[in-house]
């Protein structure tokens, strides 16, 4: 039986998932539609930067740590340098202090660990002030 | 009678260590849009399982010349499916086949693989019997009931 959720306050929020793992983009996809967040997902960093090149544009990104071609940091740090603004939030597996500052530096917004639940995302959405209100 | 099997059948798998929290996280993403949203997901982190387990087999096969950058990042992302999907001994065996890596343990790596193979495929067998008594309830008019661990 699905959970009553709250609301999102704010309407038509867009968000990109970013993860190589397909499972995990699988998860997050469904996770982001059960709170009425419409969402892309790609596959690693490149594919991130490139569809910010491209014109898209998102409220949130979802970002996994490690990747081929170009793993999370780098892709908030190419981000970030292209005058992209909107929330980043990492994801990842890797806990160890050093690695989550690194993570952090890089250019996010905050930062959770993985597996992804429903109150793990409401807690990110609430972090960055994408607003949640109760029904 | 089916409803009574499926509660024990599955809290008997949490009890068992096969489960945890994370696959009733899973559970409370389905719903009638996407009423086979967990058996896909956990399918496809049996095919993850098959494609990394098949690749760390094939590095550790080089006696000798073993890649074990190749194997640490193959279970690394093993790992972190099967926590995902709340997979339990999965994870758990995973935790102990980095560690065999990490420490460059050949006969610890294959000691370790051959239990994570045999440990997805009991899982797998056992999520398969778990979808088919859902389904027996949905087949008989029933709704599946939700099962407190």
């Known amino acids: 039986m699905a959970e009553k959720l709250p609301k999102l306050a704010k309407a038509n929020l867009t968000a990109l998932v970013v993860d190589d793992n397909s499972v995990n983009q699988s998860i997050h996809h469904k996770l982001l539609d059960r709170l009425g967040i419409q969402n ?74 993985k597996p992804l639940t429903i109150s793990k995302l409401i807690s990110i959405l609430q972090n960055l002030e994408l607003y949640i209100v109760k029904t | ?79 972190g499916s099967s926590s995902s999907v709340g997979a339990k001994r999965v994870k758990g065996l995973c935790v102990t086949l980095k560690e065999c890596c990490d420490s460059q343990n050949y006969e610890g790596c294959v000691r370790c693989l051959q239990q994570v193979d045999i440990e997805y495929k009991s899982l797998k067998g056992k999520l398969q019997d778990l979808f088919n008594l859902e389904q027996q309830i949905v087949q008989a008019g029933g709704r599946i009931p939700q099962v407190d661990i």
């Open chain 1, 40 to 113: 892309d997902i790609v596959c690693n960093g490149k594919e991130a930067v490139d569809a910010h090149s491209s014109g898209r544009n998102y409220d949130l990104i979802l970002m996994d740590m490690d990747m081929p071609i170009m793993n999370g940091i780098q892709a908030t740090k190419r981000l970030r340098e292209m005058g992209i603004s909107c929330k980043i939030a990492g994801v990842t597996t890797r806990a160890d202090e050093e690695e989550k500052k690194e993570f952090m530096d890089a250019g996010l917004n905050d930062f959770q660990e």
């Open chain 2, 1 to 79: 009678m089916e409803k009574r099997q499926f509660r024990d059948y599955t809290i008997s798998l949490y009890h068992q260590g096969f489960l945890d929290d994370q696959f009733t996280e899973l559970k409370k993403l389905q719903d009638e849009c996407s009423p086979d949203f967990v058996a896909e997901v956990v399918s496809l982190f049996f095919e993850d399982c098959e494609k990394l387990i098949s690749n760390m087999a094939r590095a550790l096969d080089q006696t000798g010349n073993v890649d074990y950058k190749l194997v640490g990042s193959s279970v690394h992302q093993l790992k």
